[in-house]
């Protein structure tokens, strides 16, 4: 690295060299990604990809070429060169929860431009690092951002890098690299005012020496569904473990029970407390929300993986009894937003009276199936205590893609760790 | 063979008793009947009665001048006629006595309590229908848990439901009278088919206090529609025989193939809603379900039985 002058004007204009030095240097590594639609020959999306370790090796997000791999009959991955060459590219391997795919590519092109091959920076770096981030802003051509590195995102399961730089739309899949040009990590999210999301090198470095480099790798027989099934599988399961492993969930004292709380430090806790305040107000209502940021992108209508468990404490206000109480008081199940009918069925439910450490509870075990994968189901787990005449404790849990045995071994914890105050 | 013992007052004032075993009776005023009246207000072939399956009935043959029977007026075919009760035609008064005791059981099924008697009187069934008609919306708007969905138009659109409801009841009831040409009023029906509706109304309410307070578990809507289809075939039952002088097994036959009706549709809309398969609970509201009977389960009973619930049962039918 060089080093930098001590005035002001002096560090901005090495910088302005810094960066078009830099984008001379490495702008023939990054190639434009189109999802072709093959009907119409008309793009369906647009991202960006870099060559890695290999001139014929393409990374890029999985969420970029999704479609192919949900519908590879319908569309095929184009790359474009810097020059304005085009040709066709190959899937290779994903990882969904990283949100990496490889692609194979460029036969047809085999270095007669000259690539630029990205390979991994192999030192650490520390908060307020700068580094560069080059993409196909908006599929109006390549460009090149610079910010900073602010450590592994907190509260999350995923490891992914805060990055103080503009990642916009089409920069999905643009290399994250430092002033030398090695690879920090690929651009992956944004959630506006100069927040985005890169994610880690070592699990591209992963995926390629499983996938690439050790040849274990053949194209999946049963189709990349399959294969897309298995990573969801894995991830939940993941979290399960990780929930069952914990020896005993810290709790929260919720007015007439103790609930689990806090139960690991990617789940947001949020909680509310307010009177419905109706012409007939006649309840008062106490939430708690816990959920985590996360979830698995397979296609644009279909978000798996994010756990959400809710509390709701309703007490009556103003009803005579407590079957006019009950009565007035809907309880619906939860169903994630983030799925649409077009991939999952409609719900199993197994409800039943049961005795849930001393108070009698009714219990609704839902499955909605996801239609394209036969393992996994969304889980809407619902509990409504019966005993208590004036309050009534509604809670759910709700977790997407995630196989029976697991659903079966969360909400059983689940009902362990509840603990009532009378 | 049963015996009929006619007891005849002839101008209101003179009595006579005659028995007879071969039925129908064939009464006029030509020399062909078997009781031959000399009254200048009845016809040479007015009446015949006669006993179909135990039951009396009157038989007009072709009179222009009808038959007081209990105090109404009445023409006609098959008019059921109670033992003792008088039948009057022209200025003869006739009572009819069965020595048989098979004739005198179907006296009871023709026997009002006295309380409907009472309650079918005009001036007292109008406000009755009318108190019940607001008892069982009022209720139902108290039970309900106050005015979140209950608007006041509600109320008054229920009213009206329930009201047009009875109506078309007591109107079918009106229609198969005509046809059978005996009418029970219509009036008595109203207050019958109310009786036996604040009877359901309470037994269904009373049933989720009952659950509620006894921790039990059952398909309450189930309970319901049984508590409702055998009232449902009681009141069916009991309109037949006093509008109609059908047979018992005849009467039996009918109010079954109802309730099988009834039964069938009902299961086939509690099989519909279960066909996608979900259940009726996850969107609704939970209360009706919170009813509980039996035996309250522990975790693992309940989580052996997720177990071996097959979640994917409505995604493999459609594969």
Request: charged share 20%; glycine share 6%.
């Amino acid at each position: 690295m060089k080093n930098l002058p001590h005035s002001v004007e002096e560090n901005a204009s090495v910088i302005v060299s810094l960066g078009k030095d830099l984008y001379s240097k490495v702008n023939k590594g990054v190639y434009r990604i189109h999802v072709i639609d093959m009907v119409s020959s008309k793009k369906a999306s647009a991202g960006s990809a870099f060559f890695f370790r290999r001139d014929d090796i393409l990374i890029t997000n999985y969420h970029v070429v999704s479609q192919v791999v949900n519908y590879p009959d319908n569309y095929e991955i184009r790359w474009i060169s810097p020059s304005g060459k085009e040709g066709i590219a190959r899937l290779y391997a994903i990882d969904l929860i990283h949100d990496i795919s490889i692609l194979k590519c460029c036969d047809e092109l085999h270095n007669e431009e000259g690539v630029f091959v990205f390979d991994a920076r192999k030192e650490d770096i520390s908060k307020g690092f700068k580094i560069f981030s080059l993409g196909n802003l908006f599929d109006r051509g390549v460009i090149i951002v610079d910010g900073l590195y602010n450590g592994i995102v907190e509260n999350s399961w995923y490891n992914r890098f805060l990055f103080s730089g503009a990642i916009n739309p089409g920069m999905s899949g643009g290399p994250a690299i430092d002033v030398n040009g090695n690879l920090i990590g690929i651009n992956v999210a944004t959630e506006g005012n100069n927040v985005s999301y890169i994610v880690p090198t070592k699990f591209l470095v992963e995926l390629y020496e499983n996938t690439v480099e050790n040849d274990e790798y053949n194209p999946p027989s049963e189709g990349w569904l399959d294969v897309v099934e298995k990573q969801v599988a894995q991830y939940t399961h993941k979290i399960v473990e990780r929930l069952l492993a914990i020896k005993e969930w810290p709790k929260t004292d919720f007015d007439i029970a103790l609930l689990p709380a806090d139960i690991d430090p990617a789940l947001n806790v949020w909680t509310q407390n307010q009177d419905v305040r109706d012409s007939d107000a006649k309840q008062r209502i106490k939430v708690m929300k816990i959920y985590n940021n996360d979830y698995i992108f397979v296609v644009p209508d279909l978000l798996l993986g994010r756990l959400l468990i809710d509390y709701y404490l309703i007490t009556s206000l103003g009803y005579h009894n407590a079957v006019q109480f009950y009565k007035a008081t809907p309880i619906n199940m939860l169903y994630s937003p983030w799925i649409t009918d077009k991939h999952i069925a409609p719900p199993v439910c197994k409800s039943d009276f049961v005795d849930v450490n001393g108070v009698n509870c009714k219990l609704f075990f839902c499955m909605r199936p996801l239609r394209e994968f036969k393992s996994l189901y969304e889980l809407s787990f619902s509990l409504v205590s019966l005993d208590f005449p004036k309050q009534i404790l509604n809670s759910d849990i709700n977790i997407s893609g995630i196989t029976k045995e697991d659903a079966i071994r969360l909400v059983e914890r689940f009902l362990k760790e509840i603990t009532w105050k009378r | 063979m049963e015996e009929i013992v006619v007891e005849i007052t002839h101008q209101m004032s003179f009595v006579e008793y005659k028995v007879f075993n071969r039925f129908p009776i064939r009464i006029g005023r030509a020399f062909d009947n078997d009781l031959i009246l000399a009254d200048p207000f009845i016809s040479p072939h007015h009446l015949e009665v006669g006993i179909n399956n135990g039951l009396l009935y009157a038989n007009e043959v072709g009179n222009e001048n009808g038959v007081f029977y209990n105090k109404h007026h009445y023409w006609g075919r098959f008019i059921p006629i109670q033992i003792g009760e008088e039948v009057v035609i022209g200025n003869t008064k006739m009572r009819f006595f069965a020595k048989d005791s098979e004739v005198k059981k179907t006296r009871l099924l023709y026997k009002m309590p006295g309380f409907i008697k009472f309650l079918s009187k005009d001036h007292v069934a109008v406000p009755f229908i009318l108190i019940v008609i607001l008892f069982i919306s009022l209720t139902d708007y108290l039970l309900s848990g106050g005015a979140k969905d209950f608007p006041a138009i509600k109320i008054v659109m229920d009213i009206i439901a329930r009201f047009v409801f009875a109506s078309m009841w007591c109107g079918f009831w009106a229609l198969i009278g005509k046809v059978a040409k005996h009418s029970p009023k219509f009036l008595f029906q109203m207050v019958t088919f109310f009786l036996i509706y604040v009877l359901y109304f309470l037994c269904s309410y009373g049933l989720n206090y009952i659950g509620y307070i006894f921790n039990m578990a059952f398909s309450l809507a189930m309970l319901q529609f049984l508590l409702f289809g055998i009232i449902f075939g009681i009141l069916f039952y009991a309109n037949l025989s006093i509008a109609t002088t059908l047979s018992r097994k005849f009467k039996l036959i009918i109010t079954s193939i109802l309730l099988i009706i009834i039964l069938f549709i009902s299961v086939v809309y509690y099989s519909y809603s279960k066909k996608d398969g979900s259940i009726y609970e996850p969107n609704a509201s939970i209360y009706p379900s919170f009813v509980m009977i039996g035996k309250v389960k522990d975790i693992p009973q309940f989580i052996e039985e997720v177990n071996h619930t097959d979640f994917r049962l409505a995604v493999k039918k459609n594969e």
